[in-house]
């Protein structure tokens, strides 16, 4: 089983910075992709950065230039740095990841139980 645990949510003020981090455990073979993904009330849940294991990386629009995504590949860990952050940002945060548990399975998509973004003006 892989397990995706989240931490680094919060309340902030508008302008002000989060860091959140998402540790991979359990049993897999090896990581595809990692990333970051938001759901605010009544809308859809969507792509905020992801990052591939060579550490190549893709941000939504509204995210360019205030967050940046990174990890940490020994620890299987993926990271997001929020700047300048904006009352709009705010929403439940869930980390993905693309996990091949055997070696000769698929990549597989899992998530985490998600972590509370909120912004105030």
């Known amino acids: 089983q892989v397990q995706l645990v989240e931490s680094g949510g919060g309340l902030v003020q508008a302008g002000g910075s989060l860091r959140l981090s998402c540790a991979a455990s359990?049993?897999?073979?090896?990581?595809?992709?990692m990333g970051w993904y938001r759901q605010a009330p009544g809308k859809q849940r969507e792509l905020v950065a992801i990052?591939?294991?060579?550490?190549?990386?893709r941000y939504a629009d509204s995210v360019k230039g205030r967050f940046t995504i990174s990890r940490d590949n020994a620890k299987n860990t993926v990271y997001l740095q929020m700047d300048s952050l904006k009352p709009e940002d705010t929403a439940v945060y869930y980390c993905?990841?693309?996990?091949?548990?055997?070696?000769?399975?698929?990549?597989?998509?899992?998530w985490g139980q998600g972590t509370q973004v909120t912004v105030s003006s």
């Open positions: 990052i591939t294991e060579i550490s190549i990386s």
């Open positions: 359990g049993s897999f073979f090896s990581i595809n992709a």
């Open positions: 993905y990841a693309q996990v091949k548990v055997y070696s000769d399975s698929p990549y597989s998509s899992h």
